[in-house]
């Protein structure tokens, strides 16, 4: 597998498709599963790294709906249900594409429009996201996500967000005495 390439300048650079970030998010996640609806969220609080358009916000991205449903077609990921919530898994062709981003570990790579980063520190920033908040509760994850959006929006909207943030925070944290 040989990532495609565009050229800046004279200079010619591998580019890391979102859907590969997706794919190795999923794979370091426990197990190399991760519910759907918490790949949304955790994508989302990754838009610094990974930019979809969020059509609602933090939840709904046809954008990333379109990448898992490529990546499920290619055979790197699965759709399966577990307790009755959908879950990806990564199948055995994906861990091998994932293996064969550690072979361009010191390479530069274009990551959407405008990141240009070494592989390697590209793919330890992932596995930071990942560790951060996969074993978060969903209430506080949604809350962080929702605090996040209210920093984007203005007026009335902003407030909505951030309020309905800082009750799902507190329900939280009242939840843990």
């Known amino acids: 597998m040989r990532l495609p390439?565009?050229?800046?300048?004279?200079?010619?650079?591998?580019?890391?498709?979102?859907?590969?970030?997706?794919?190795?998010?999923v794979w370091h996640s426990r197990n190399s599963t991760l519910q759907l609806y918490?790949?949304?969220l955790i994508t989302y609080l990754s838009s610094h790294?990974?930019?979809?358009?969020?059509?609602?916000?933090?939840?709904?991205?046809?954008?990333?709906?379109?990448?898992?449903?490529?990546?499920?077609?290619?055979g790197l990921l699965e759709l399966a249900t577990l307790n009755g919530r959908l879950v990806l898994r990564v199948t055995?062709?994906?861990?091998?594409?994932?293996?064969?981003?550690?072979?361009?570990?010191?390479?530069?790579?274009v990551v959407g429009d405008y990141l240009l980063v070494k592989?390697?520190?590209?793919?330890?920033?992932?596995?930071?996201?990942?560790?951060?908040?996969q074993d978060m509760d969903s209430r506080?994850?949604?809350?962080?996500?929702?605090r996040e959006e209210s920093l984007r929006e203005k007026g009335l909207m902003s407030s909505i967000l951030r309020d309905?943030?800082?009750?799902?925070?507190?329900?939280?944290?009242?939840?843990?005495g």
């Open 140 to 146: 506080t994850l949604l809350s962080i996500a929702l």
């Open 5 to 25: 390439e565009v050229e800046i300048g004279r200079k010619r650079f591998m580019v890391f498709p979102n859907k590969y970030a997706i794919l190795f998010i």
């Open 164 to 176: 309905l943030a800082f009750d799902l925070r507190n329900t939280c944290e009242n939840a843990l």
């Open 38 to 40: 918490r790949l949304s």
């Open 92 to 109: 055995e062709v994906g861990r091998r594409m994932i293996g064969n981003f550690y072979g361009y570990r010191n390479e530069l790579v």
């Open 49 to 74: 790294i990974i930019r979809y358009t969020y059509e609602i916000p933090p939840i709904i991205s046809q954008a990333l709906i379109n990448d898992v449903s490529s990546l499920i077609n290619e």
């Open 119 to 133: 592989l390697s520190n590209l793919l330890n920033e992932l596995s930071r996201i990942v560790n951060t908040y």
